[in-house]
């Protein structure tokens, strides 16, 4: 039987920030930036929300994330509905540092480890309400 997990995470799509380094005298530090901590305590907290008590996804996985980034204000009436319908988002952030943060968050709940992701699909596109919609599903044990 193949599970399957669908979750929706309101607001504009981020990418995972580098870890950064505090230096102290003679030693460093590496550090999370706080904007990443923070998103990703919020992907794990509605999927938590949304699968309460959920048993972990097993065997191969296929993720599929869609970034929904919104139209520019300047956009005129032509442009923004062309952007709506046939245009990528193709500014920052970079697709491999959107699926990093969300599934980062995820190990440990979703499934036991992200290795697990076998097929990996990520999508930036524009759209009318900014998020970023998430499906994880079994593909095999």
Same mark, same amino acid.
């Given at each position: 039987m193949n599970r399957k997990r669908e979750f $929706? =995470?309101?607001?504009?799509? +981020?990418?995972?920030?580098r870890?950064? $380094?505090?230096? /102290?005298? $003679? &030693? !460093? +530090? #590496?550090?999370t930036p706080e904007k990443t901590r923070?998103?990703?305590a919020q992907v794990k907290a509605i999927y938590e929300s949304t699968y309460p008590r959920a048993e972990m996804l097993e065997g191969a996985l296929k993720a599929t994330i869609k970034a929904t980034f919104a139209v520019p204000v300047s956009a005129?009436? !032509?442009?923004? !509905? +062309?952007? #709506? /319908? *046939? @245009? &990528?988002?193709t500014k920052k952030c970079d697709a491999d540092n959107i699926a990093k943060i969300v599934l980062d968050p995820l190990n440990g709940l979703a499934y036991a *480890? *992200?290795?697990? @992701? !076998? +097929?990996? =699909?990520? $999508?930036?596109?524009?759209g009318e309400q900014e998020q970023v919609h998430v499906t994880l599903e079994e593909i095999g044990l």
């Open positions: $929706t =995470i309101p607001g504009k799509p +981020q990418g995972k920030g870890p950064r $380094t505090r230096v /102290h005298g $003679t &030693w !460093a +530090q #590496l550090y923070n998103y990703e005129t009436k !032509a442009k923004r !509905a +062309q952007m #709506l /319908h *046939d @245009v &990528w988002f *480890d *992200d290795s697990q @992701v !076998a +097929q990996l =699909i990520v $999508t930036k596109e524009y």
